[in-house]
T-cell receptor, first 111, second 115 residues
């Protein structure tokens, strides 16, 4: 079993829709959770960062962490064509902070 | 510079050749990481440097891979006798060592193609 599972299927939504992405994980030591956005031929860009369980909101983006279920989510409200990118979940246990990544979801927002 | 800088941005080489990839971390970031991103796969951890401590090499896939870092500055990742399966994007990340779990900041990577 991989440490982090993220269904890599592409996702196409119309502009203005809500995008919902999620990851599950197996390592109960993970306590730092991140979502990165990666545009084509660019490096991952930090989008959201949360510690332990709970919700965090930043503009149109909301990250949720449920440690009891080992499940994290990212919601994008009022999606825009500029949100078209690959979204990667990542997490670490602290310490050396080695990140474990999901495979990523390619999101396309259609104008 | 403001961000993590990697060079070259693209590298095409023949199977069996050695390659050297370079990473300039954000100034003041003491922790530096190398990851590999193969097509359709998530990022794989390769190696971690923290100051003058011994590096964590647990992610290196074979002894053909090695990396060095001088103090808290530039790092180089070397792949010897390259194989076609080494084709991937090699990403470098850095972060400040001010608190546990500080997020990492990535460069744009080196796209390596082995013919």
């Amino acid at each position: 079993q991989k440490e982090v599972e993220q269904d890599p299927g592409p996702l196409s939504v119309p502009e203005g829709a809500i995008v919902s992405l999620n990851c599950t994980y197996s390592n109960s030591a993970f306590q730092y959770f991140m979502w990165y956005r990666q545009y084509s031929r660019k490096g991952p860009e930090l989008l959201m960062y949360t510690y332990s369980s709970g919700n965090k909101e930043d503009g149109r983006f909301t990250a949720q962490v449920d440690k009891s279920s080992k499940y994290i989510s990212l919601f994008i409200r009022d999606s825009q064509p500029s949100d078209s990118a690959t979204y990667l979940c990542a997490m670490s246990a602290g310490g050396n902070n080695r990140l474990a990544f999901g495979k990523g979801n390619q999101v396309v927002v259609i104008p | 510079g403001a961000g993590v800088s990697q060079s070259p941005s693209n590298k095409v080489t023949e199977k069996g050749k050695d390659v050297e990839l370079r990473c300039d971390p954000i100034s003041g970031h003491t922790a530096l990481y190398w990851y590999r991103q193969r097509l359709g796969q998530g990022l794989e951890f390769l190696i971690y440097f923290q100051g003058n401590s011994a590096p964590d090499k647990s992610g290196l896939p074979s002894d053909r891979f090695s990396a060095e870092r001088t103090g808290e500055s530039v790092s180089t990742l070397t792949i010897q006798r390259t194989q076609q399966e080494d084709s991937a994007v090699y990403l470098c990340a850095s972060r400040p060592q001010t608190a546990p779990g500080q997020p990492q900041h990535f460069g744009d990577g080196t796209r390596l193609s082995i013919l």
